[in-house]
């Protein structure tokens, strides 16, 4: 079996299982949808409507998003025992790393459909380019899946780790969160040019991070 | 295998001849910063605070990068030296960063009237600030030595790539923050001839107490392993 497929293999297992049991996805929708729900009420109706208030705080509820689902995720494996079998496979640990990382893009991406749609009918959103909308948020959401899941492995079955990982995750996540937040603000109000730029910087922060992430983390999965 | 110890006498022998320089240099790197150095013409004696400013970034930017090049050492030699050398650097960084920042407040009140102010250069390097401060933390909370020395190295390979973030921050967006004046992409620093002296001195003096530090927190990180090993009646590796 190839690596790409050993990834795939852990990746459909990881949706599998988050589909028979959906505390993960079930719980970051319910948090992104509340802070959409709250965000024209601490912030105020026009202020809420604003692109770029109302990207960011999006994006950073779909950075803590990522980090419930990947912890969620990995916390599955440790009360099945399920981590110890895989990691003695051959390029298990390799597999784990990609299979995680997909999988977590692939939630965070309903994830963030869900919270997109509620952002654009309750905020009442100016959608000047959904195509360039998708874009970015699809780049943005691959940016995010790696360094979550590296910042989670890092702190793997330590104690205080659910405090660990935003600290360790969300200053490395700054370059992603001012990208996608930029990003999909030039692109909800009509700007390709930025919405394009934005967008390449994203697809770069995900390769960095992937490959980085692919080449150093698997060592660290213990 | 590649040789990647650290000759270990000779850090011993040349760590009281470090510390003297170190002193030595710092306090005419002080003389020349508060008398030598001409007055501003434009800040007044405020810009002297640069003298101590410039060269804490400058070793935030070192320490950081020793981290990661301590870290691949690690990664690729497993030898208890490098970790040693990454934790010893990460403190040192951290507190250098945070004696940037704080000088750079000082300076930021009576110049731009506001002890911070959301401009990329600051926010960067408050974010690489907490970014090692979670790499510590990382370390303070593992107490396996091989584990913890895996994971804190893939996270210093990782935090580096904040580094020229910090940078070139002040380049990428609209910065209330001075544009490089000594590194400049094009020409030669933009600054006095005496100014320039006394800052490069600065700088020496800090990257001399940089050493003596490393040198002291490295030994005191060794001899610390030595001990656990000791307790546990482990055989210790062989350290250089």
Same mark, same amino acid.
């Given at each position: #079996?190839?690596?790409?497929?050993?990834?795939?293999? %852990?990746?459909?297992?990881?949706?599998?299982?988050?589909?028979?049991?959906?505390?993960?996805?079930?719980?970051?929708?319910?948090?992104?949808? /509340?802070?959409?729900?709250?965000?024209?009420?601490?912030?105020?109706?026009?202020?809420?409507? @604003?692109?770029?208030?109302?990207?960011?705080?999006?994006?950073?509820?779909?950075?803590?998003?990522?980090?419930?689902?990947? #912890?969620?995720?990995? @916390?599955?494996?440790? $009360? $099945? @025992?399920?981590?110890?079998?895989?990691?003695?496979?051959?390029?298990?640990? @390799?597999?784990?790393?990609?299979?995680? /990382?997909?999988?977590?893009?692939?939630?965070?991406?309903?994830?963030?459909?869900?919270?997109?749609?509620?952002?654009?009918?309750?905020?009442?959103?100016?959608?000047?380019?959904?195509?360039?909308?998708?874009?970015?948020?699809?780049?943005?959401?691959?940016?995010?899946?790696?360094?979550?899941?590296? $910042?989670?492995?890092?702190?793997?079955?330590?104690?205080?780790?659910?405090?660990?990982?935003?600290?360790?995750?969300?200053?490395?996540?700054?370059?992603?969160? %001012?990208?996608?937040?930029?990003?999909?603000?030039?692109?909800?109000?009509?700007?390709?040019?930025?919405?394009?730029?934005?967008?390449?910087?994203?697809?770069?922060?995900?390769?960095?991070?992937?490959?980085?992430?692919?080449?150093?983390?698997?060592?660290?999965?213990? | 295998?590649?040789?990647?110890?650290?000759?270990?006498? &000779?850090?011993?022998?040349?760590?009281?001849?470090?510390?003297?320089?170190?002193?030595?240099? &710092?306090?005419?790197?002080?003389?020349?910063?508060?008398?030598?150095?001409?007055? =501003?013409?434009?800040?007044?004696? +405020?810009?002297?605070?640069?003298? +101590?400013?410039?060269?804490?970034?400058?070793?935030?930017?070192?320490?950081?990068?020793?981290?990661?090049?301590?870290?691949?050492?690690?990664?690729?030699?497993?030898?208890?030296?490098? =970790?040693?050398?990454?934790?010893?650097?990460?403190?040192?960084?951290?507190?250098?960063?945070?004696?940037?920042? +704080?000088?750079?407040?000082?300076?930021?009140?009576?110049?731009?009237?506001?002890?911070?102010?959301?401009?990329?250069?600051?926010?960067?390097?408050?974010?690489?600030?907490?970014?090692?401060?979670?790499?510590?933390?990382?370390?303070?909370?593992?107490?396996?030595?091989?584990?913890?020395?895996?994971?804190?190295?893939?996270?210093? +390979?990782?935090?580096?790539? =904040?580094?020229?973030?910090?940078?070139?921050?002040?380049?990428?967006?609209?910065?209330?923050?001075?544009?490089?004046?000594?590194?400049?992409?094009?020409?030669?620093?933009?600054? =006095?001839?005496?100014?320039?002296?006394?800052?490069?001195?600065?700088?020496?003096? &800090?990257?001399?107490?940089?050493?003596?530090?490393?040198?002291?927190?490295?030994?005191?990180?060794?001899?610390?392993?030595?001990?656990?090993?000791?307790?546990?009646?482990?055989?210790?590796?062989?350290?250089?």
């Amino acid at each position: #079996m190839t690596g790409l497929a050993r990834v795939g293999l %852990v990746a459909s297992r990881e949706l599998s299982a988050e589909r028979r049991q959906p505390d993960g996805a079930v719980a970051a929708v319910t948090f992104v949808a /509340v802070l959409v729900l709250l965000e024209s009420l601490v912030v105020g109706p026009s202020r809420a409507r @604003d692109a770029t208030v109302a990207a960011a705080l999006f994006w950073i509820a779909l950075a803590f998003a990522a980090i419930v689902v990947a #912890m969620r995720s990995f @916390d599955r494996e440790l $009360d $099945d @025992d399920a981590l110890d079998a895989l990691v003695v496979l051959p390029g298990g640990r @390799d597999a784990l790393f990609g299979g995680k /990382v997909l999988a977590l893009a692939a939630t965070l991406g309903l994830v963030a459909l869900v919270g997109g749609v509620l952002s654009l009918v309750l905020l009442d959103l100016p959608l000047a380019l959904p195509v360039h909308v998708v874009l970015v948020v699809v780049l943005g959401v691959v940016a995010l899946a790696p360094v979550v899941v590296v $910042d989670v492995v890092l702190a793997l079955r330590l104690r205080a780790r659910a405090a660990l990982v935003p600290i360790l995750a969300l200053p490395v996540l700054v370059p992603q969160l %001012v990208s996608a937040t930029q990003g999909a603000a030039a692109a909800l109000t009509g700007d390709a040019t930025a919405a394009l730029a934005w967008s390449g910087i994203l697809l770069a922060f995900a390769l960095v991070y992937g490959v980085v992430g692919l080449t150093i983390v698997p060592a660290a999965i213990e | 295998m590649i040789e990647t110890t650290f000759p270990r006498g &000779f850090a011993l022998r040349i760590r009281p001849w470090l510390g003297i320089a170190a002193a030595a240099s &710092f306090a005419v790197a002080s003389v020349m910063a508060l008398a030598w150095a001409p007055t =501003d013409a434009v800040q007044g004696d +405020v810009y002297r605070i640069m003298y +101590v400013h410039v060269p804490a970034a400058w070793l935030a930017y070192l320490a950081f990068v020793v981290v990661f090049l301590a870290s691949v050492g690690w990664l690729w030699s497993k030898r208890p030296w490098f =970790d040693a050398a990454a934790v010893a650097s990460a403190e040192i960084g951290v507190l250098f960063t945070g004696l940037a920042l +704080v000088a750079g407040s000082i300076w930021a009140k009576p110049t731009w009237g506001v002890w911070w102010t959301w401009e990329p250069r600051l926010v960067t390097t408050a974010v690489m600030f907490v970014m090692y401060v979670g790499y510590l933390l990382l370390r303070s909370l593992s107490t396996d030595f091989d584990r913890r020395a895996t994971r804190a190295a893939i996270l210093g +390979v990782i935090l580096v790539l =904040d580094v020229p973030i910090v940078h070139l921050s002040v380049l990428w967006a609209n910065s209330l923050h001075q544009l490089p004046t000594v590194l400049r992409a094009g020409g030669s620093p933009a600054l =006095d001839s005496a100014m320039l002296l006394t800052l490069m001195v600065s700088v020496a003096a &800090f990257t001399l107490v940089y050493l003596y530090f490393m040198s002291a927190r490295v030994a005191i990180e060794l001899s610390r392993r030595m001990t656990i090993w000791g307790a546990a009646g482990a055989q210790p590796p062989r350290l250089p």
